[in-house]
């Protein structure tokens, strides 16, 4: 690895800028399915959509969403927005109507752009009187015919660039306020741990409404390279990307890397692959040495990130072998202590809450002053930054040897698919429910996805199937019960408070 990276932020939309000014503009930059853009296309058509969205949204500031596939439109506008001096707000293209309704609300949109499909979805009601809908395909035609090029900006790098909706323990989503500075330096940390260079083509597997998917971007185009978006609805449809884009760089979460490693893959797929990495849940031993067998020749990155914090920790790739689980030591520009009961750091091998210190932390909740006190907090003494740290709810240990361990969470989050999901949410949708009095959303441990959704709900008569199809037609997929569990009654602990652990245990001891 080269010399520690500058720490200097810059504003985000000048990542457009940087293949050119090295001399590299002529290199691929975007592999789209009907076209490839350069370095230099992509500067002209961020420049040309940033100059469309300041004439159609003139407010800085204002939030602009996207509800739409990978493609074009949601590649270019996290960049074409902070020229404009807009904040972005991708949404979850798997989302469901009331979460989109809520995200809109919640962040007062003033132009949401998507697939007509989804636009359809919404009702008069789901989107802010004064937020305009557009067509993605629109959207690009009009900015590429207005064709008035927006000057670099020359934003305070502290500003606000976009909003991620991220799911909580408690409650309804709640949107991530990420600055240019965040987004900066978390593309110049990935880019230099990663070791990416201007021939490096990295496929965009994962949603680019999460910071993991985004940070897919940003660091590719950071280091010159060129990216490969990619839809894809089996296993299959990944290995023949990488194929066709001679890929160097996947980023996948374990429930994703247990099904490629099941899939067969042709040399063409495997020979050009430099690196491989992972987030959203730890590898398995089994799981590692499964990818380390199929891809000799890859490094294999187990990395560890919030949305907070937009990435935390990763594990050295030669380290990977002796410690194929261990979450690995902090990223440049992060500073990761280990907290113990007592608010003192913790000893090696003394079990504490991970706190992430730094410039990379976000700025906070967006409108959502108790949340974000719950979570962002003064630093604890012993920091080098100081100032506001994310008490992350992760309890880790850290080893004699500097490494770091995950041990579990404090609160109730299920982590499947390397989708962060609110028990509270699903148990709000299933209580609107007429024949359900009570509702408890829990994660089972599961090999494939991480945590498997159970659903236990209490009523006076077995609903379950009108029930299953009520959640279906209310939540996304992800947030699927594996399970309903109809009961006449739950248990309860000593402050008549239903008893989850007690559900838990009993599920975890019953399970198939």
């Known amino acids: 690895m080269s010399q520690s990276p500058d720490p200097t932020p810059f504003p985000l939309d000048h990542l457009a800028e940087l293949a050119s000014e090295a001399g590299r503009g ?25 100059g469309w969205l300041r004439e159609r949204v003139p407010e800085r500031g204002s939030r602009v969403a996207t509800w739409a596939a990978k493609g074009e439109l949601t590649c270019l506008i996290p960049l074409a927005a902070a ?50 809908q557009l067509e993605e395909g629109d959207a690009l035609a009009d900015a590429y015919s207005f064709a008035r090029e927006a000057d670099p900006s020359r934003a305070d790098p502290d500003a606000l660039a976009a909003i991620l909706y991220t799911s909580g323990s408690t409650g309804r989503p709640k949107g991530v306020m990420l600055s240019h500075a965040n987004l900066w330096l978390g593309a110049v940390s990935v880019a230099h741990y990663l070791n990416l260079a201007h021939d490096d083509v990295t496929l965009a597997a994962l949603p680019l409404s999460f910071d993991y998917g985004q940070n897919q971007l940003l660091s590719t185009w950071f280091a010159g390279g060129s990216v490969a978006p990619l839809d894809f609805l089996f296993p299959k449809d990944v290995v023949k990307a990488c194929a066709r884009y001679r890929v160097t760089t996947l980023a996948a979460v374990p429930p994703l890397w247990v099904q490629l490693a099941e899939t067969d893959w042709p040399l063409e797929a495997v020979s050009t692959m430099r690196r491989l990495t992972n987030s959203g849940g730890a590898l398995t031993i089994d799981l590692a040495g499964a990818l380390r067998r199929l891809f000799p020749k890859a490094d294999l990155y187990p990395m560890y990130g919030l949305t907070e914090a937009f990435r935390s920790t990763f594990l050295d790739p030669a380290l990977v072998d002796a410690h194929p689980t261990s979450m690995g ?38 409108q959502d002053e108790a949340r974000t006190a719950e979570r962002f907090r003064p630093a604890p003494p012993g920091s080098r930054y100081g100032g506001i740290a994310v008490w992350s709810g992760d309890q880790v240990k850290r080893s004699a040897d500097g490494l770091l361990h995950f041990v579990g969470r404090r609160d109730a989050m299920i982590k499947s698919s390397g989708n962060r999901i609110s028990p509270q949410e699903i148990e ?17 441990p599961d090999e494939r996805v991480g945590h498997a959704v159970h659903l236990v709900a209490r009523g006076t008569k077995d609903e379950s199937e009108a029930l299953a199809k009520h959640l279906m037609r209310e939540l996304p997929n992800f947030m699927q019960p594996r399970t309903i569990h109809w009961r006449a009654s739950l248990p309860l602990n000593a402050n008549g408070k239903v008893d989850r652990g007690a559900l838990y245990r009993e599920l975890l001891e019953n399970r198939v």
């Not at 975007?30 to 296309?41: P, Q």
């Not at 697939?115 to 009601?125: G, I, N, V």
């Open 26 to 50: 002529d290199r691929p930059a975007l592999l789209l399915k009907a076209e490839t853009l350069n370095h230099k296309a992509l500067r002209q058509r961020v420049a040309w959509l940033s």
């Open 83 to 132: 020229r404009a001096g807009l904040v972005h707000v991708p949404i979850n293209p798997l989302l469901k109507r009331a979460q989109v309704a809520h995200i809109l609300a919640d962040c007062g949109a003033s132009l949401v752009i998507g697939t007509p499909s989804r636009l359809a979805r919404l009702h008069k009601d789901d989107v802010p009187h004064d937020c305009a």
């Open 329 to 366: 030591t902090a990223i440049p520009f992060a500073e990761v202590l280990v907290v113990n009961e007592a608010g003192a750091l913790a000893q090696p091998d003394e079990e504490g809450e991970l706190v992430h210190c730094g410039p990379l932390v976000a700025q906070g909740y967006w």
């Open 428 to 444: 709000d949708v299933a209580i609107a429910f007429e024949g359900v009095a009570e509702a408890v959303a829990l994660g089972l």
